[in-house]
Every structure is written in structure tokens, then in C-alpha cells.
């Protein structure tokens, strides 16, 4: 079993950064791949950045060069630091774990979720 606590959101401004962090607790930390999650009102939930045990990355086209994931297991922490945030950033933002190998790039990969953090951001 594997809790997942995600922090960081809130309100930010376009242009602006927020780094959104997701402490892990529970089995080994470092035998998960990683991934952040969205879901915008009436919307599906969607995978913005993904990261495996090795730190390969995976990042949504629409927040390449953006948005960034990266993994402390030292610290059971996953990080994703958003950048040149746009309005359509906004979204609950969900901090997922996948004990499948690879990358998790869908939402039917993932065995835990944390309770998500909202991410608003203002024109």
C-alpha cells in the first residue's frame, strides 16, 4: 500500500510558477513509476508528466518545455514544476504511482492516487 500527499497548489498567474510536490508513504517509494495527473471541469482525467525508476520522463505536448517532473527518493518525493503557466493549466492536479514497468501514461496504469490539489491560474 502507498499514501500519496500532494501540496503546492493554489492560485498563480499566467506567466507565472508553481511547484506542486507529492510525498510518498507506505511500500518502497523507489520501486514505483511516477506521474502527475489533470482533470479540468467536464473534462477527462489526463496525464501531464510521467517519470520511471530510472527517471526516463514523459511529458503531455501541451506542457513540454514547460512543466517539469523529477523524483527524490531519498526523500519518497515527486516534484513537478510548472512554468509559463497558462489559464487552461487549471485543473485538479493528481500525483500518481504504477508498479507496472515503463512510464505510466494512463490512468489505467496507476494502482494509487493521492487526493489531488487544485491549481488555478489567473489571466
Known amino acids: 500500500q502507498v499514501q500519496l500527499v500532494e501540496s503546492g497548489g493554489g492560485l498563480g498567474q499566467a506567466g507565472g510558477s508553481l511547484r506542486l510536490s507529492c510525498a510518498a508513504s507506505?511500500?518502497?517509494?523507489?520501486?514505483?513509476?511516477m506521474g502527475w495527473f489533470r482533470q479540468a471541469p467536464g473534462k477527462e482525467r489526463e496525464v501531464v508528466a510521467a517519470i520511471s525508476l530510472s527517471s526516463n520522463t514523459h511529458y503531455a505536448n501541451s506542457v513540454k518545455g514547460r512543466l517539469t517532473i523529477s523524483r527524490d527518493n531519498g526523500k519518497n518525493t515527486v516534484y513537478l514544476q510548472m512554468n509559463s503557466l497558462k489559464p487552461e493549466d487549471t485543473a485538479v492536479y493528481y500525483c500518481?504511482?504504477?508498479?507496472?514497468?515503463?512510464?505510466?501514461?494512463?490512468?489505467?496504469?496507476?494502482?494509487?492516487w493521492g487526493q489531488g490539489t487544485q491549481v488555478t491560474v489567473s489571466s
Open positions: 507506505g511500500r518502497s517509494f523507489s520501486s514505483y513509476a
Open positions: 500518481a504511482a504504477s508498479s507496472s514497468p515503463g512510464i505510466v501514461v494512463s490512468t489505467t496504469g496507476v494502482q494509487y
